[in-house]
């Protein structure tokens, strides 16, 4: 009986799973191994070549940050590429970041999240190889996948060779959402996938290579180290917290579903010690739960900084079984609209821009179910299903 309740939680994931087109959760015997730590499988490529790095506070071979590990290695790294949040240390979501040096090796950084969003011919004029090294969560509107697409464009343009250093998607073991408008594309939503994709970063380069995504249909020089121990049904706990408001494993699970409450006038608790948790407003007023935002590192200007917001608490959604399971939770968001007071201020304009067009609004706002909304989703999901089978690594 001991036994029965330890696997039980697991037991009622694969059961909710088994009615769904995806993998069946479970876990594997051998510890994950990320591709940074296969050196062996990539040392070579690198020796004796001028190196950049794409990589970020997540980019740790085991204790030791992937660009300490290659220059202890004797490996040439010239250059350093950071995405949004910085290289070692994470700034503001949305916060513009500075090109600077490294204070540990003295390697020159160049912004990914500041004047420009892709290296330049200029910046890969004296480098024969780049490396990506970071941990996405697989949603579309998280931009290190965005990053990873341009700068793959950026090697191709000027013949450098990409190699990416593959890490566990934490939301791998499902794919869920509408398929975007190309009309409405943008730095959090660049390809025509679901919200959730359920891909690693280097399942996602092949599809995008092989699938002619760069600009002008052009090829990169892709090569993918990929983990070992792995597949999309083991549940992986993100060692390194991938962004300042991704704090736990509960955030990473209910991200998908809650970012879309960063294109309406509630928050999802940035500036508390549980973003992405819980979302609520100051209009919410008689939900009896409360949280007030406040400035902090990660969020130094909150929305409702200092005002106390009324909504919802999530934070033990693991507990309650409500992550992980493989969908979106839309009734979510569909409740909040119901509720709000003012109908008219409930969305942003950068809704639109997270959702990859306004029919989602619009069919909330038409009182539409999640079910009814989700059937119109159901022929892009088949589709996009096929494609993402050709590059799956880890079936």
């Known amino acids: 009986m001991k036994i029965l309740r330890i696997f039980y939680p697991f037991i009622l994931i694969a059961v909710f799973i088994s009615s769904c087109s995806v993998a069946r959760v479970n876990t594997l015997p051998g510890k994950v191994i990320t591709g940074d730590l296969r050196t062996e499988k990539y040392i070579q490529l690198l020796k004796g070549k001028r190196v950049a790095v794409v990589a970020n506070q997540t980019s740790m071979a085991g204790t030791t940050h992937v660009v300490d590990t290659l220059v202890s290695l004797g490996i040439n ?62 949603a579309r509107f998280y931009t290190y996948i965005s990053t990873l697409s341009l700068v793959m464009e950026s090697c191709a343009s000027g013949g450098v060779k990409f190699i990416v250093l ?45 699938e002619g995504w760069l600009k002008s249909g052009m090829k990169c020089k892709l090569t993918v180290i990929p983990c070992e121990n792995y597949t999309h049904s083991t549940l992986y706990d993100l060692p390194v917290p991938p962004s300042p408001n991704l704090t736990n494993l509960t955030s990473v699970y209910l991200y998908p579903t809650l970012c879309f409450f960063e294109g309406t006038a509630l928050s999802v608790g940035r500036g508390t010690e549980y973003p992405f948790q819980v979302f609520g407003s100051p209009d919410n007023i008689g939900t009896g739960f409360s949280f007030t935002p406040e400035g902090r590192q990660g969020a130094k200007i909150p929305l409702y900084m200092g005002k106390k917001c009324y909504g919802t608490d999530l ?44 029919l989602l609004r619009e069919q909330i706002i038409s009182g539409m179910s999640e079910e009814a909304i989700r059937a119109t989703w159901a022929d892009g999901l088949k589709k996009f299903g096929k494609i993402r089978d050709k590059y799956l690594l880890y079936k």
């Open 315 to 358: 934070r033990n959604a693991i507990k309650d079984n409500l992550v992980p399971v493989p969908r979106l939770n839309l009734t979510l968001i569909i409740k909040a609209y119901r509720d709000f007071p003012q109908k008219d201020m409930f969305f942003t304009p950068y809704f639109d821009t997270l959702a990859g067009g306004k």
């Open 77 to 138: 790294i010239s250059l350093i590429f950071a995405p949004e949040h910085g290289f070692r240390d994470m700034a503001d979501a949305g916060e513009k970041v500075s090109n600077s040096r490294d204070s540990k090796t003295g390697i020159r950084i160049i912004s990914l999240y500041g004047s420009h969003l892709k290296p330049t011919a200029a910046d890969l004029k004296d480098i024969d190889v780049v490396v990506f090294d970071i941990q996405d969560v697989g």
């Open 166 to 210: 593959d890490r566990p998607d934490p939301n791998g073991f499902y794919f869920d959402g509408n398929i975007p408008d190309t009309a409405y594309r943008s730095f959090v939503g660049m390809h025509p996938v679901p919200v959730v994709h359920g891909m690693t970063t280097g399942e996602y380069a092949r599809m995008v290579n092989g």
